[in-house]
Protein backbone atom coordinates (compact mmCIF):
# COMPACT_ATOMS: atom_id res chain seq x y z
CA UNK A 1 0.00 0.00 0.00
CA UNK A 2 1.23 3.91 -0.98
CA UNK A 3 2.15 6.16 1.92
CA UNK A 4 4.30 8.08 3.95
CA UNK A 5 6.66 6.92 6.64
CA UNK A 6 8.29 8.16 9.35
CA UNK A 7 11.21 7.63 11.16
CA UNK A 8 12.20 7.13 14.13
CA UNK A 9 8.34 7.55 16.20
CA UNK A 10 10.15 8.73 18.77
CA UNK A 11 13.83 10.35 19.46
CA UNK A 12 15.65 12.11 22.16
CA UNK A 13 18.11 14.66 21.30
CA UNK A 14 20.51 16.21 23.84
CA UNK A 15 21.19 20.02 24.11
CA UNK A 16 23.57 21.16 21.18
CA UNK A 17 22.89 18.49 18.97
CA UNK A 18 21.42 17.92 15.06
CA UNK A 19 19.37 15.48 14.52
CA UNK A 20 17.58 14.17 11.24
CA UNK A 21 13.93 12.85 10.75
CA UNK A 22 12.91 10.87 8.31
CA UNK A 23 10.06 10.85 5.75
CA UNK A 24 9.95 8.80 2.68
CA UNK A 25 6.34 7.95 0.49
CA UNK A 26 5.82 6.19 -1.97
CA UNK A 27 2.39 8.07 -3.48
CA UNK A 28 4.51 9.41 -6.47
CA UNK A 29 3.98 12.91 -5.00
CA UNK A 30 5.64 15.78 -5.91
CA UNK A 31 5.08 18.35 -3.19
CA UNK A 32 5.88 17.21 0.29
CA UNK A 33 5.78 19.09 3.71
CA UNK A 34 7.02 19.25 7.13
CA UNK A 35 4.80 20.62 10.29
CA UNK A 36 5.45 21.25 13.58
CA UNK A 37 2.56 20.10 16.18
CA UNK A 38 2.66 22.03 20.07
CA UNK A 39 -0.15 21.88 22.08
CA UNK A 40 -3.16 24.29 21.76
CA UNK A 41 -1.11 25.88 18.77
CA UNK A 42 -2.60 23.37 15.48
CA UNK A 43 0.25 22.72 13.10
CA UNK A 44 2.76 25.24 12.10
CA UNK A 45 4.62 24.63 8.81
CA UNK A 46 8.59 24.23 8.88
CA UNK A 47 9.19 23.72 5.28
CA UNK A 48 7.73 22.52 1.51
CA UNK A 49 8.72 21.44 -1.44
CA UNK A 50 7.31 21.27 -5.09
CA UNK A 51 10.03 19.48 -6.86
CA UNK A 52 13.64 17.79 -6.11
CA UNK A 53 16.07 20.17 -5.50
CA UNK A 54 13.94 23.12 -4.91
CA UNK A 55 12.49 23.75 -0.96
CA UNK A 56 11.18 26.81 0.26
CA UNK A 57 10.98 27.89 4.07
CA UNK A 58 7.22 28.18 6.01
CA UNK A 59 6.57 30.06 8.58
CA UNK A 60 9.08 28.59 11.28
CA UNK A 61 12.02 27.28 9.44
CA UNK A 62 14.90 29.20 11.76
CA UNK A 63 16.79 25.99 13.51
CA UNK A 64 15.70 23.93 10.99
CA UNK A 65 17.00 22.44 6.97
CA UNK A 66 15.33 20.05 4.80
CA UNK A 67 17.10 18.52 1.64
CA UNK A 68 14.53 16.93 -1.40
CA UNK A 69 17.28 14.97 -3.60
CA UNK A 70 14.75 12.62 -4.17
CA UNK A 71 11.05 12.93 -5.26
CA UNK A 72 10.40 9.89 -2.39
CA UNK A 73 12.55 11.39 0.23
CA UNK A 74 12.28 14.91 2.10
CA UNK A 75 14.92 14.99 5.38
CA UNK A 76 14.22 17.52 8.16
CA UNK A 77 17.58 18.29 10.29
CA UNK A 78 16.84 19.96 13.74
CA UNK A 79 19.85 21.85 14.69
CA UNK A 80 21.14 23.05 17.72
CA UNK A 81 20.28 26.10 16.61
CA UNK A 82 16.64 25.66 17.33
CA UNK A 83 15.78 26.57 20.70
CA UNK A 84 12.48 24.96 21.87
CA UNK A 85 13.15 21.57 19.42
CA UNK A 86 10.76 19.77 21.86
CA UNK A 87 7.51 19.15 19.74
CA UNK A 88 5.62 16.30 17.37
CA UNK A 89 6.49 16.66 13.97
CA UNK A 90 4.73 15.37 11.02
CA UNK A 91 5.69 15.12 7.38
CA UNK A 92 3.29 15.20 4.23
CA UNK A 93 2.67 15.05 0.71
CA UNK A 94 0.31 16.57 -2.19
CA UNK A 95 -0.03 15.04 -5.57
CA UNK A 96 0.77 18.39 -7.27
CA UNK A 97 0.60 21.97 -6.16
CA UNK A 98 -1.74 22.62 -8.53
CA UNK A 99 -3.77 19.86 -8.79
CA UNK A 100 -4.03 18.78 -5.74
CA UNK A 101 -5.16 21.99 -3.91
CA UNK A 102 -8.39 20.45 -3.59
CA UNK A 103 -7.54 17.33 -2.22
CA UNK A 104 -5.15 18.41 0.89
CA UNK A 105 -2.57 16.44 1.92
CA UNK A 106 -1.62 12.87 2.92
CA UNK A 107 -0.06 12.53 6.11
CA UNK A 108 2.70 10.29 7.83
CA UNK A 109 2.61 9.21 11.29
CA UNK A 110 4.48 11.52 13.12
CA UNK A 111 8.17 11.73 15.22
CA UNK A 112 7.65 13.13 18.86
CA UNK A 113 11.21 14.65 19.21
CA UNK A 114 12.37 15.61 22.89
CA UNK A 115 15.36 17.30 23.74
CA UNK A 116 16.98 15.91 27.34
CA UNK B 1 -2.70 36.83 6.42
CA UNK B 2 -4.91 34.11 6.69
CA UNK B 3 -5.82 32.90 9.86
CA UNK B 4 -8.27 29.72 11.00
CA UNK B 5 -10.00 29.52 14.43
CA UNK B 6 -11.64 27.17 16.47
CA UNK B 7 -12.84 28.50 19.75
CA UNK B 8 -14.36 25.25 21.27
CA UNK B 9 -10.73 23.35 22.87
CA UNK B 10 -12.58 20.76 24.00
CA UNK B 11 -16.21 19.46 23.43
CA UNK B 12 -17.66 16.21 24.46
CA UNK B 13 -20.55 14.50 23.51
CA UNK B 14 -23.05 11.27 24.01
CA UNK B 15 -22.63 8.12 22.30
CA UNK B 16 -24.94 8.06 19.12
CA UNK B 17 -25.58 12.12 19.87
CA UNK B 18 -25.07 14.67 17.62
CA UNK B 19 -21.90 17.48 17.89
CA UNK B 20 -21.30 20.40 15.89
CA UNK B 21 -17.36 21.71 15.75
CA UNK B 22 -17.06 25.65 14.95
CA UNK B 23 -14.21 27.01 12.71
CA UNK B 24 -14.00 30.42 11.53
CA UNK B 25 -11.49 31.88 8.87
CA UNK B 26 -10.28 34.82 7.96
CA UNK B 27 -9.57 36.09 4.69
CA UNK B 28 -9.63 38.64 1.40
CA UNK B 29 -9.42 35.84 -0.98
CA UNK B 30 -12.87 34.31 -2.95
CA UNK B 31 -11.19 31.33 -4.49
CA UNK B 32 -10.13 28.43 -1.62
CA UNK B 33 -10.70 24.99 0.24
CA UNK B 34 -11.87 24.03 3.53
CA UNK B 35 -10.92 21.02 5.44
CA UNK B 36 -11.56 18.93 8.18
CA UNK B 37 -9.03 16.57 9.30
CA UNK B 38 -9.49 14.15 12.84
CA UNK B 39 -6.58 13.04 14.58
CA UNK B 40 -6.79 10.26 17.06
CA UNK B 41 -4.87 9.07 19.81
CA UNK B 42 -2.25 7.23 17.40
CA UNK B 43 -2.16 11.12 16.13
CA UNK B 44 -2.01 9.95 12.33
CA UNK B 45 -4.03 12.71 10.67
CA UNK B 46 -6.91 11.76 8.69
CA UNK B 47 -8.63 13.94 5.92
CA UNK B 48 -12.66 13.67 6.92
CA UNK B 49 -13.97 16.44 4.38
CA UNK B 50 -13.56 19.22 2.50
CA UNK B 51 -15.06 21.62 0.74
CA UNK B 52 -14.46 23.98 -2.03
CA UNK B 53 -15.46 27.79 -1.73
CA UNK B 54 -17.09 27.78 -5.05
CA UNK B 55 -19.71 25.63 -4.01
CA UNK B 56 -22.92 26.62 -2.23
CA UNK B 57 -23.81 22.89 -1.40
CA UNK B 58 -22.52 21.79 2.00
CA UNK B 59 -20.40 18.53 1.84
CA UNK B 60 -21.39 15.39 3.27
CA UNK B 61 -19.68 12.62 3.59
CA UNK B 62 -21.54 9.62 5.59
CA UNK B 63 -22.17 10.93 9.08
CA UNK B 64 -20.03 13.67 8.93
CA UNK B 65 -21.36 17.10 7.15
CA UNK B 66 -20.65 20.34 7.15
CA UNK B 67 -22.31 24.47 7.33
CA UNK B 68 -20.48 26.29 4.78
CA UNK B 69 -21.33 30.32 5.39
CA UNK B 70 -19.26 32.03 2.97
CA UNK B 71 -20.08 35.36 3.78
CA UNK B 72 -19.79 34.14 8.15
CA UNK B 73 -16.39 33.09 7.08
CA UNK B 74 -17.77 29.77 9.30
CA UNK B 75 -17.01 26.22 8.18
CA UNK B 76 -18.74 24.02 10.90
CA UNK B 77 -18.48 20.06 11.09
CA UNK B 78 -21.44 18.01 12.43
CA UNK B 79 -20.85 14.50 13.16
CA UNK B 80 -24.20 12.73 13.62
CA UNK B 81 -24.86 9.75 15.41
CA UNK B 82 -21.32 9.94 17.37
CA UNK B 83 -19.46 6.92 17.84
CA UNK B 84 -16.66 5.97 20.24
CA UNK B 85 -14.20 6.00 17.15
CA UNK B 86 -14.66 9.59 16.60
CA UNK B 87 -13.17 10.97 19.77
CA UNK B 88 -10.24 12.94 18.45
CA UNK B 89 -8.89 15.86 18.01
CA UNK B 90 -10.15 17.42 15.34
CA UNK B 91 -8.48 20.43 13.48
CA UNK B 92 -10.53 22.61 10.74
CA UNK B 93 -7.52 23.84 7.79
CA UNK B 94 -7.88 26.16 4.95
CA UNK B 95 -6.15 26.69 1.61
CA UNK B 96 -6.02 29.63 -0.84
CA UNK B 97 -6.49 28.74 -4.49
CA UNK B 98 -2.50 28.81 -5.84
CA UNK B 99 -0.99 28.50 -2.56
CA UNK B 100 1.27 26.02 -1.10
CA UNK B 101 0.33 24.98 2.22
CA UNK B 102 -2.54 24.78 4.30
CA UNK B 103 -3.18 26.76 7.54
CA UNK B 104 -5.11 25.22 10.51
CA UNK B 105 -6.56 25.74 13.52
CA UNK B 106 -5.42 25.14 17.07
CA UNK B 107 -7.96 22.14 17.16
CA UNK B 108 -10.85 20.59 19.43
CA UNK B 109 -10.18 17.88 21.29
CA UNK B 110 -13.53 15.57 20.83
CA UNK B 111 -14.55 13.25 23.94
CA UNK B 112 -17.59 10.76 23.48
CA UNK B 113 -19.22 9.49 26.40
CA UNK B 114 -20.85 5.66 26.37
Known amino acids: DGGITQSPKYLFRKEGQNVTLSCEQNLNHDAMYWYRQDPGQGLRLIYYSQIVNDFQKGDIAEGYSVSREKKESFPLTVTSAQKNPTAFYLC???????????????FGSGTRLTVV | AQTVTQSQPEMSVQEAETVTLSCTYD???????LFWYKQPPSRQMILVIRQEAYKQQNATENRFSVNFQKAAKSFSLKISDSQLGDAAMYFC???????????FGQGTRLTINP
Open chain 2, 27 to 33: TSESDYY
Open chain 1, 92 to 106: ASSIDHVRDRYYGYT
Open chain 2, 93 to 103: AYRRQGAQKLV
